[in-house]
């Protein structure tokens, strides 16, 4: 039985269970996609997937027509009152999945969840994806300079994050 976290009009998010581990991992390493995140292993994953999910979650983004996976996201630091989105990684791109299924994510971070703050970290020059989460209402909150190694180059890291009574104060409007 899959553990349901949210529904809305195209996308459902679900906890990822040991079935989802090469989705994930096949997702983390496509070239699009992994210059952008910093990936973990598959026994990292295992672990996650094989937890009670109160510290770290792996989560399957997954079509209502279909049930088919177009995401996955991984949440960490869940230690309330704040909430990370480790991984935000759309397989299909381009077809509002990634605003819709964080729409979702911020809902069921601050509604059901009650969770006091959620942050993300992006990498500088990803801007789609920093457009995308300030258009969400994320605020920028920090500049990490040249805090990851990658294949040699030093990178920059922007921390943003969104408070509950932004979010709420989002809602109304
Ligand atoms: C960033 C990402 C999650 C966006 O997911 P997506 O489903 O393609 O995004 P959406 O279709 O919901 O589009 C969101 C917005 O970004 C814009 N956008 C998406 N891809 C774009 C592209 N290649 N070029 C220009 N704009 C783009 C869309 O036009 C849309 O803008 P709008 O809502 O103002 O019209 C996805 O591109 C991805 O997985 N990237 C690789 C991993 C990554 O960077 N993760 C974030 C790490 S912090």
């Known amino acids: 039985m ?15 269970n040991m079935t989802d581990l090469n989705y994930i ?23 996650i997937i094989n937890s009670d999910g ?10 209502l027509d279909t049930g088919q996976a177009v995401g996955y996201f991984m949440l960490r630091t869940m230690d309330k009152p704040c909430i990370e989105f480790t991984h935000v990684i759309i397989g299909r791109k381009r077809l509002g999945y ?3 299924a964080l729409k979702l994510l911020l809902k069921w971070s601050f509604e059901i ?8 970290d992006c ?12 258009s969400l209402g994320f605020v920028r909150e920090g500049f990490l300079r040249e805090i990851l190694l ?22 109304e409007r």
Request: charged letters at 35%; proline letters at 2%; glycine letters at 4%.
């Open 150 to 171: 990658t294949d040699g180059v030093y990178e920059n890291l922007i921390v943003l994050g969104m408070l509950d009574n932004e979010y709420f104060l989002l809602q």
């Open 25 to 47: 991992m096949t997702l983390q390493y496509a070239p699009e996609n992994l210059k952008f995140i910093v990936p973990f292993d598959k026994a990292y994953h295992s672990e």
């Open 113 to 120: 969840k009650d969770f006091h703050r959620v942050w993300i």
């Open 54 to 63: 109160s510290e770290k979650l792996d989560v399957i983004i997954e079509e």
């Open 123 to 134: 990498k500088d020059y990803n801007k789609i994806a920093l457009r995308l989460y300030e």
């Open 98 to 100: 990634g605003r819709e």
């Open 2 to 16: 899959n553990e349901i976290l949210i529904e809305g009009k195209r996308l459902r998010l679900r906890r990822a």
